[in-house]
């Protein structure tokens, strides 16, 4: 029975789009944490160190989350494709695989000062990261998450994008004295979120879509809100694990912890936007293709029923039109026996 339930999960998705997803997170992955490296290693002062820390640290823990599921969900892939896996060993392995991405990830962080706890808190706030996105590739719809995985180095890519025209961008919404740049960062902000969120919604459909009438809407949403709901799991885990560091950056100064605090509520904000624009955008895509389906339907049902009262009506008729052709000789041969009785009547009083 279990074999049964696991092994549409295991084809669902190609072995190839699996290995492309997880070689895109990865690679995203390892430039994220290359930068913060670079960013950290160049700073004078321990002071700098600690506050580019703290920026690089929300970017890392998003990318090392999307990583380690993409990475699970192709060790999963790569595994069941020989024996079935049932939902424990499934979960086992996706949490496995995605503990083993995580302390890679960290290696790279810790070794910058193996004696300072801010980057031990650091390695250990990505190993967790990666180790809840390999528990969540270990959900029994690997398709969901394929797309989820796909459409969230989608939306990395996108900001990635937008940061580098960040100046016209700023220009074009008007950016000019201290209170107009500030209005314009923010428009920036939500249109790079709005936008994140239409990509993530077609992205995750179009992978979705290839599946046919095997998915339901509901995956659909989920597909398109994946990647906002874990830009929520990697600023919560910032929040969390990586308290130690946005604490000792807002001990710099309290412009520093100003700063922080504003930068924290906007990637709320924002990953929240893209929760909302995805699943909107899935839904709506879905709808459309959804709907001239049910209306090429419509006739085709209600052409036998107007055929019935048509075959009906000439087998009613046939005996309504036969019955006065009977009655008629019936109505013709009593005049002509009253006549003969009148007849005889008067031969025999003559």
Avoid: C
Wanted: overall charge negative; proline content about 5%.
């Amino acid at each position: 029975m279990s074999d049964r339930q696991t092994a549409p999960e295991i084809v669902e998705e190609s072995r190839l789009t699996v290995a492309l997803i997880a070689v895109a997170s990865v690679a995203w992955t390892a430039a994220m944490l290359w930068s913060a490296r670079a960013s950290i290693t160049s700073r004078a002062d321990a002071a700098m160190e600690v506050t580019s820390t703290a920026y690089a640290l929300p970017g890392a823990v998003s990318a090392v989350l999307v990583a380690g599921a993409a990475v699970a969900l192709l060790v999963l892939t790569l595994v069941s494709g020989r024996r079935p896996l049932g939902p424990t060993v499934r979960f086992a392995v996706a949490t496995g695989s995605g503990l083993l991405v995580g302390l890679a990830a960290a290696i790279p962080i810790f070794t910058i000062n193996t004696l300072g706890t801010i980057y031990a808190a650091v390695g250990g706030t990505l190993a967790a990261a990666a180790t809840i996105g390999g528990a969540l590739a270990g959900l029994r719809i690997p398709r969901v998450v394929a797309a989820v995985a796909a459409a969230s180095v989608g939306v990395f890519l996108i900001g990635f994008v937008l940061n580098l025209f960040q100046e016209p961008v700023l220009d074009a919404f008007g950016a000019g004295d201290t209170e107009s740049s500030a209005n314009a960062a923010q428009w920036f902000s939500y249109s790079q979120a709005a936008l994140s969120g239409l990509a993530a919604g077609i992205i995750s459909y179009l992978l979705l879509r290839r599946a046919g009438e095997g998915v339901r809407w509901p995956m659909y949403a989920l597909a398109g809100a994946g990647p906002g709901l874990l830009l929520v799991i990697g600023e919560l885990l910032s929040r969390t694990a990586g308290a130690e560091v946005l604490e000792l950056a807002g001990k710099v100064s309290e412009l520093e912890k100003t700063v922080q605090e504003l930068l924290s509520t906007a990637r709320l904000n924002n990953a929240l936007i893209v929760v909302f624009a995805g699943a909107l955008t899935a839904i709506v895509a879905v709808g459309r293709t959804l709907g001239p389906a049910a209306d090429s339907a419509e006739p085709e049902a209600a052409k036998p029923q107007a055929a019935k009262p048509q075959a009906a009506k000439p087998q009613a008729a046939k005996p309504e039109a036969a019955k006065p052709e009977a009655a008629k000789p019936e109505a013709e041969e009593e005049p002509q026996s009253s006549s003969s009785s009148s007849e005889t009547a008067y031969h025999s009083n003559s």
